[in-house]
């Protein structure tokens, strides 16, 4: 039964409860930056007879070195302190024609400005079966309105929005991603959350998520009851 219920393969899904993730750069961007820059620094010991050429590479290597682990180190502190934001949703999956209801919960550092927007993305690829090279990206997005309620030192967006009829669902090439971004001093906020949106095929099983059960039934009974389900 699990395998028509594609949204059940993943936990966060299933528990209601989605971590973001962000759009930093990865550990090989990371590699492959502090490569370059080694690189750099070595060329200037060897192969050039212009000592002041020579210094003047090692310079920059070295520079960018530290530059690197500058970033490295900015990008997860402010990881650490602000990324721990989570899109909570109460009925799995969502539908597309219906309303996508939730609630953003996260920690900002203050107050953030004129610049705090939602967009829900759906990104899909489509291939040519005559020319497998050539494909189509596709990319449509829906803006969200939302208001701001602080709690203690977290703030929860809560909203709902209609989805379109006719778009893809999700799988294969076609994802949906519910983005958040805003902007406070020395810092760009970025939250990404993947959702589970499906056709209207998918309507008559929709469930309650693990987050629902949790609160009627407290943790140990919600899960039994969760995992009886097929």
């Known amino acids: 039964m699990k395998q028509l219920r594609p949204w059940l393969q993943r936990a966060d899904w299933k528990a ?8 930093m750069p990865s550990k090989g961007t990371y590699i492959g930056l502090v490569a370059g820059a080694l690189m750099l620094a070595i060329m200037g010991f060897v192969g050039r007879e212009d000592h002041r ?5 090692v310079i920059m290597g070295l520079a960018g070195i530290a530059q690197i682990g500058f970033l490295v180190l900015r990008a997860r502190r402010s990881r650490a302190r602000y990324d721990d934001a989570t899109f909570e949703f109460e009925k799995v999956p969502f539908i597309l024609g219906q309303k996508l209801r939730g609630t953003i919960k996260a920690r900002f550092p203050s107050r953030p400005g004129d610049y705090t ?8 690829v489509y291939y040519n079966p005559n020319d497998p090279s050539e494909s189509i990206f596709e990319t449509r997005k829906q803006w969200i309105p939302m208001h701001l309620v602080w709690v203690g030192d977290e703030v929860h967006l809560p909203f709902e929005v209609e989805l379109p009829e006719d778009a893809p669902a999700t799988g294969g090439t076609v994802q949906w991603v519910l983005l958040l971004t805003c902007d406070f001093p020395r810092l760009h906020y970025r939250a990404e959350f993947q959702l589970p949106i499906y056709g209207l095929d998918a309507a008559p099983i929709v469930q309650e998520t693990g987050l629902v059960r949790v609160r009627k039934f407290g943790i140990r009974r919600a899960m039994a009851v969760f995992d009886d389900q097929p």
């Open 53 to 57: 050429f020579q210094i003047w590479l």
């Open 16 to 23: 209601g409860v989605i971590h973001s993730t962000r759009g």
């Open 117 to 124: 927007r939602a967009i829900l993305r759906c990104t899909s």
